[in-house]
């Protein structure tokens, strides 16, 4: 008997695309950390293949090397052979789950994460307690409830409390297109001002925006780190929330990779169909002729890919290309390590919190090598990430999502 079940295991097929060529190291954080066979993409591969054989097993060993993965999906991007490495490990994950018994302190911090982090209403009640842990001395803090304090993304408790957002906004001159969008749930939260820019610019460009209050999640979080069930639950509720409009936009990378993916976790017509409409906002604004005039935003700007968008769904030029067309904005690009993730990855810096903070540290430095006033990131678990490891680093530099400085170019030639 094999170490996986026959509900989704990994396939054989990927596994045997693998041909052990080593191009993947460079790109994998953990193999970059600790230069550990089992902790690179291709080393998984042979603990995946040694789980589904005959008479194989899901030891302590492997599932521990499963965890290490950040599933940034950068060794996806550097394979010459095109393996899906993604869809082995993200059906690795509900296995794991399934079959691996967590210490318990470990199983009810997850489920506090995730009893947590995907209702947006829990979140906004926290704030306060966020912002007041952040004051205390951190000896006088349980070790978890510090770590959650400290990489949790800052903003102002007033700005959190008071969010409310318009659930239709009619467009501006002749209309092109109707979006839905998604407001999540971290980022409805913290980064409402991304909201705001998103609705704004699709409004000037011409989309008749819905911004529906449900789904509180689109279950990325859960999907990405092997709760299956309740993922499926949240991608059914989102694709029944955006009926009726000719695309989903989001503005968060993570978000963007789970909903394109729904169409191959729920094998019906209706997620395929839902997955062929989703759209990054900057992929959809860049692939759309300009209605608005810019104006200028003098800053000096370096880009951070995003793993779930420059990895999962091939987003690169794109964000750049919006970046591009401001006048007076500066583009630069990170020379060192630029494939490397920075180590937020879903839930990843909460629950292997010392492997991300040695990675939030190295990126904040390749950011900081450019020479940047600040910084464009497309997805809020960077965002937090990286204000926190350059606000550590001693160098604080305000982060931008893209589509606020396309916004802020727009008013500024209004």
């Not at 060529?21 to 998984?44: H, M, N, V």
């Not at 911004?211 to 092997?226: K, Q, T, V, Y």
């Amino acid at each position: 008997m094999a170490g996986f079940d026959a509900h989704r295991p990994p396939e054989q097929s990927i596994v045997d695309d693998c041909v052990h060529c080593g191009f993947c190291l460079d790109s994998c954080p953990t193999y970059a950390l600790w230069a550990d066979e089992a902790d690179s993409p291709r080393g998984r591969i042979v603990l995946i293949a040694e789980a589904l054989a005959d008479g194989g097993d899901l030891s302590d060993e492997m599932v521990t090397h499963f965890d290490r993965c950040l599933g940034c999906m950068a060794c996806v991007s550097a394979c010459p052979s095109g393996v899906a490495y993604d869809r082995l490990i993200e059906r690795v994950r509900p296995q794991v789950e399934r079959h691996h018994a967590r210490p318990l302190a470990e199983r009810a911090f997850r489920r506090l994460l995730f009893e947590t982090l995907p209702h947006p209403r829990r979140m906004r009640g926290l704030a306060p307690l966020l912002a007041a842990t952040r004051r205390m001395p951190l000896e006088r803090l349980d070790e978890r409830l510090a770590m959650v304090a400290k990489v949790a993304p800052r903003a102002r408790t007033h700005d959190v409390l008071r969010t409310r957002l318009p659930t239709r906004i009619s467009p501006s001159g002749q209309p092109r297109a109707r979006v839905g969008l998604l407001l999540g749930c971290v980022e409805r939260v913290f980064f409402a001002d991304v909201h705001r820019a998103t609705i704004r610019t699709l409004v000037a460009e011409g989309f008749e925006v819905l911004a529906p209050r449900a789904p509180d999640c689109c279950g990325a979080l859960e999907l990405h780190s092997g709760e299956e069930d309740a993922g499926i639950a949240r991608a059914r509720e989102t694709i029944a929330a955006f009926s009726g409009v000719d695309y989903v936009v989001t503005s968060a990378a993570g978000c963007g990779s789970a909903m394109k993916g729904y169409g191959e976790l729920i094998d019906e017509a209706s997620a395929r169909l839902f997955s062929a409409k989703v759209r990054d906002v900057c992929e959809l604004l860049a692939n759309e002729e300009t209605r608005t005039p810019r104006g200028p935003v003098a800053l000096r700007v370096a880009y951070h890919d995003a793993c779930h968008l420059a990895h999962a769904q091939g987003i690169r030029e794109q964000p750049r290309a919006l970046l591009r067309a401001i006048p007076e904005l500066a583009l630069l690009e990170v020379r060192r390590e630029p494939e490397v993730c920075c180590g937020s990855a879903g839930i990843y810096n909460l629950v292997a919190p010392e492997a991300a903070a040695e990675l939030g540290a190295r990126k904040a430095r390749s950011l900081l090598e450019t020479g940047a006033d600040a910084i464009a990131a497309g997805n809020p678990g960077c965002a937090a990430q990286l204000d926190l490891h350059l606000r550590e680093a001693g160098h604080p530099l305000p982060i931008h999502h893209p589509i606020e400085l396309v916004w802020r170019s727009i008013a500024a030639a209004r």
